[in-house]
């Protein structure tokens, strides 16, 4: 039986077609593995999630939200009020602009692996954050008709991956995000199965060493009451004023200063109305 649950896997590759929305833990600093150009030997390491799946999902809020993205308490079944409001907004019928705004408020998944690079054991169990698409494509090699049968994540009877990073090219030139070029993902698993370690006690090691990130995760969300100040920031600095202002009447200010009567402004107007119908906190 594999170590991980392939309905679980299979069910979370089907989510793609919808719109969307460890084991022992460590007091150790933890250590992320950020793929290079060239190609790298890896070996995915177990991990208890309450989803049953091999990766570890996490939501976050990110820009224009918030400049430092943050954990979405959701994703671990907690109080989330900026997920409430997304919600509230994206159904409203009251509002014809409640997408335009709710789109604002949009958490979006990464996924995180623990992993073992070969050359570098040394370091030990190492984290790795990585997009949808890598996910994917891991994801589909272990539900693979010719892989169904197999444990490809075992310690003692799975594979390695061969991890080939490239650059993205368009037009002659590297693609770029923020500055930085865009790498592409390819991952291949091994023709051949093999131990973790041959050495059980090293293997044994590596094992306990695997973080739980669930709890990890879950320990960085932040409470509800400080996700309503984050909201109503945001609010105040779309509409140009300050939290424990009427967002309406801010919005005004800079135009008033200017012409000497008030103007009203668009986006504060949706923004004040919107919220305005919701629940309260």
Request: hydrophobic share 30%; proline share 7%.
């Amino acid at each position: 039986m594999a170590s991980y649950n392939l309905d679980a896997i299979k069910a979370a590759l089907s989510k793609n077609d919808k719109t969307s929305t460890g084991t022992k833990g460590t007091t150790q600093k933890q250590v992320y593995w950020k793929p290079t150009l060239g190609e790298h030997d890896l070996r995915f390491l177990p991990i208890q999630n309450s989803s049953n799946e091999p990766f570890q999902t996490v939501s976050y809020y990110g820009d224009p939200l918030t400049q430092m993205r943050m954990v979405a308490p959701y994703s671990f079944g907690l109080p989330d009020p900026i997920k409430e409001q997304f919600e509230e907004l994206r159904n409203s019928k009251k509002h014809p602009d409640g997408w335009s705004i709710a789109k604002h408020l949009r958490a979006k998944e990464r996924f995180y692996a623990v992993i073992l690079v070969r050359g570098e054991e040394d370091k030990g169990p190492q984290i790795w954050e990585f997009s949808k698409e890598t996910r994917d494509q891991v994801y589909g090699i272990l539900t693979h008709k010719d892989n169904i049968d197999e444990d490809m994540l075992s310690p003692d009877v799975g594979y390695d991956f061969t991890c080939s990073v490239t650059q993205v090219i368009e037009g002659g030139k590297p693609r770029l995000y923020k500055g930085s070029p865009v790498k592409q993902i390819n991952l291949q698993a091994r023709k051949k199965p093999s131990p973790l370690s041959k050495d059980k006690a090293q293997t044994k090691k590596w094992l306990d060493a695997v973080p739980n990130l669930e709890e990890m995760f879950k320990r960085q969300c932040k409470a509800p009451e400080e996700l309503v100040e984050v909201l109503e920031q945001f609010v105040a600095n779309l509409t140009g004023g300050t939290p424990s202002a009427s967002t309406r009447e801010a919005g005004t200010d800079v135009t008033e200063a200017k012409t000497g009567r008030k103007q009203t402004n668009p986006v504060a107007d949706k923004l004040e109305d919107a919220f305005a119908d919701l629940a309260p906190f």
